[in-house]
Nanobody
Framework: VRLVESGGGLVQPGASLRLSCAAS????????TGWFRQAPGKERDFVAA????????YYADSVKGRFTISRDNAKNTVYLQMNSLKPEDTAVYFC??????????????????WGQGTQVTVSS
């Protein structure tokens, strides 16, 4: 499975961005897909995840109520809608995929496939 992120950029605090994670090589309708982020000098942190069917979602406390993960399996794509962005959201955002049923979906070690990342910078 190849994953390619897009949609990052430079925005002001309070703005919105929508990240996309396009998959190829295999349909990901049976894969839980997650978003992680890594700020300079920090570890990679879990942001959100969604089950292959899209029925179940998971969020880090720091983004609950501001970020929404969704997917369009017909397009083999997962999205991360980010609203009310804050400077502390600045990071490289990665999408990752793992088979449904994997236990450690809030940990990077739970994912087999990773994209290269897209930079999100929130600054005035």
């Amino acid at each position: 499975v190849r994953l390619v992120e897009s949609g990052g950029g430079l925005v002001q605090p309070g703005a919105s961005l929508r990240l996309s994670c396009a998959a190829s090589g295999r349909t990901i309708s049976t894969y839980t897909t997650g978003w992680f982020r890594q700020a300079p000098g920090k570890e990679r942190d879990f942001v959100a995840a969604i089950s292959g069917s899209g029925v179940t979602t998971y969020y880090a406390d720091s983004v609950k109520g501001r970020f929404t993960i969704s997917r369009d399996n017909a397009k083999n794509t997962v999205y991360l809608q980010m609203n009310s962005l804050k400077p502390e959201d600045t990071a490289v955002y990665f999408c990752a995929a793992t088979m449904d049923g994997t236990a450690a979906i809030m940990k990077g070690s739970g994912y087999r496939y990773w994209g290269q990342g897209t930079q999100v910078t929130v600054s005035s």
